[in-house]
């Protein structure tokens, strides 16, 4: 059993060298071979950082706005207490 372990492996390895060749040839003709133009990518990449600069400008209002009503609740708060007192 001992002499027919180093077969078992031969076919193991040498399908894991044609899997890792045929991997490695189908990520480079999707490279090379896309159908998508760079300058439409870059146009898109473009578009959405304008996309992306928008949105948290969004945030950063959505948050301030955020802020000042915690504020103005703690204020009113503080102002019932008063009166409660």
Known sequence: STANAPEDDAPNRYSRTDRTTYSRYSRDSNSSGS???SNT???RIE???RELAK???ENARLMKMTQDKEELIGKLKEEIDLLNR
């Open 41 to 43: 990518l870059e146009k």
């Open 55 to 57: 949105e948290r400008q």
């Open 35 to 37: 159908s998508i133009p």
């Open 47 to 49: 578009e959405l950082e």
